[in-house]
């Protein structure tokens, strides 16, 4: 059959994770696991025992309804409005979607046109980027700053440059991937101003927004001024829940958006599986206790491989699950440093397709699959890699 692709697959590039999985899974060793967005660190034991309650419930073996359980909606509807200020209902803002990376397509497909500019951080996790680029839109990049041995910072003046005529929406996410590079409060008082004044929509990825480290603090914007009526939360269960395999997110937007995310939602996937949802929902409910110690975890994995590759190019990460190594110091890109890493023992993947300015010329090391007693020597192991 001779078929030409379609065009709105033209840009998509892949993750990277996946082919660096299977070589890991195939080979038999004992592979530092460096290369997913995974983690060892398992979900809160209230939400394992629900889960496994509703897989014998009748009700639970369900599609009904097809905007989320009430409780569920509730619960997410609740959490957006204490980290954001703003008043929500689960009945009138909240719908639930099958992971946080599909209720992204959902709010991108009901909000944005063909051709329309989304403003995208850069590096930004590809997954993102090729969801702006299925719903029609073109990303546009705005770079963080990185110095080596440093944190990333939001270059602001470049915000301030990607508004065009064309740009109606910003897609941000705060710590980003896979950067771990935050926004203070003084940027995201710029994102809130330049929205306010071009009219833009805000689309929030929240899904890492409370993984947090040296004491900072947890800032949404939709509570700034003006921002309320057009901000739309994206959450999830999979990282700050560790509840990946669940696949449940929520989105939490101003009433006026809710039926054209509703009608996407029904005509794309409808909602996740029903045993998982009301486990997210005591997950969630719970996690203002639970979070703390697996914070100060990740924290200290963190901590322990940025000791690793001290005197080595890294963006220090505020947040988030992983870290940079910019490897084209040493006359390499991402993907050669990956294939060496292999040799090392140690699985990582390359940033080709992440960004523009950031992107092949970086390997990035998830620190959520592997404790601190594993991370200990992943120096020695890089400083081979590159031949030091």
């Known amino acids: 059959m001779s078929r030409s692709r379609p065009a709105r697959l033209r840009h998509i590039a892949g993750i990277g994770v996946d082919r660096m999985g299977s070589i890991a899974d195939a080979s038999g060793k004992d592979f530092l696991r460096l290369e997913n967005l995974d983690t060892?660190?398992?979900?809160?034991?209230?939400?394992?025992?629900?889960?496994?309650?509703?897989?014998?419930?009748?009700?639970?073996?369900?599609?009904?309804p097809f905007i989320g359980q009430p409780r569920l909606r509730e619960v997410a509807a609740r959490h957006v409005?204490?980290?954001?200020?703003?008043?929500?209902?689960?009945?009138?803002?909240?719908?639930?979607?099958?992971?946080?990376?599909?209720?992204i397509l959902n709010v991108l497909l009901a909000t944005i046109e063909v051709g329309d500019e989304v403003v995208v951080t850069d590096p930004t996790y590809a997954g993102l980027i090729n969801r702006v680029r299925l719903a029609g839109g073109v990303p546009r990049f705005v770079?963080?700053?990185?110095?080596?041995?440093?944190?990333?910072?939001l270059d602001r003046q470049a915000l301030r440059a990607s508004i065009g005529p064309k740009t109606t929406a910003m897609l941000l996410m705060s710590p980003s991937m896979p950067s771990g590079?935050?926004?203070?409060?003084?940027?995201?008082?710029?994102?809130a101003e330049l929205c306010v004044a071009h009219d833009l929509l805000l689309i929030v990825d929240t899904a890492m927004e409370r993984l947090l480290f040296d004491g900072r603090p947890v800032l949404h914007p939709a509570g700034l001024p003006g921002m309320a009526e057009r901000t739309i939360t994206v959450g999830s269960s999979a990282k700050e829940l560790r509840?990946?395999?669940?696949?449940?997110?929520?989105?939490?937007?101003?009433?006026?958006?809710?039926?054209?995310?509703?009608?996407?939602?029904?005509?794309?996937?409808v909602v996740p599986v029903g045993i998982g949802q009301d486990a997210v929902a005591t997950a969630l409910e719970n996690s203002a206790a639970t979070l703390t110690p697996y914070v100060d975890e990740?924290?200290?994995?963190?901590?322990?491989?940025?000791?690793?590759?001290?005197?080595?190019?890294?963006?220090?990460?505020?947040?988030?699950?992983?870290?940079?190594?910019?490897?084209?110091?040493?006359?390499?890109?991402?993907?050669?440093?990956?294939?060496?890493?292999?040799?090392?023992?140690?699985?990582?993947?390359?940033?080709?397709?992440?960004?523009?300015?950031?992107?092949?010329?970086?390997?990035?090391?998830?620190?959520?699959?592997?404790?601190?007693?594993?991370?200990?020597?992943?120096?020695?192991?890089?400083r081979a890699a590159l031949g030091l």
């Open 243 to 269: 509840m990946i395999g669940w696949r449940v997110g929520w989105i939490v937007a101003p009433e006026a958006f809710m039926p054209d995310l509703v009608a996407v939602s029904l005509a794309n996937v």
């Open 40 to 64: 060892d660190i398992p979900p809160d034991p209230a939400a394992i025992a629900r889960t496994v309650r509703a897989a014998g419930e009748d009700a639970d073996n369900s599609y009904l």
């Open 143 to 153: 770079p963080f700053v990185f110095e080596p041995g440093g944190e990333w910072r």
């Open 298 to 382: 990740l924290q200290a994995r963190r901590d322990c491989i940025l000791a690793e590759l001290r005197g080595l190019p890294v963006g220090i990460p505020g947040g988030g699950w992983s870290l940079l190594l910019r490897v084209s110091d040493f006359g390499l890109d991402g993907a050669a440093m990956s294939e060496r890493l292999l040799e090392q023992g140690v699985c990582a993947t390359a940033m080709t397709g992440w960004g523009e300015s950031h992107g092949a010329q970086y390997v990035r090391f998830v620190y959520a699959n592997e404790p601190v007693e594993r991370l200990r020597g992943l120096g020695t192991r890089v």
């Open 81 to 103: 409005s204490a980290v954001s200020g703003v008043s929500y209902s689960g009945e009138r803002n909240c719908v639930i979607s099958a992971g946080g990376l599909s209720g």
């Open 181 to 191: 590079g935050c926004l203070d409060a003084g940027d995201w008082a710029l994102v």
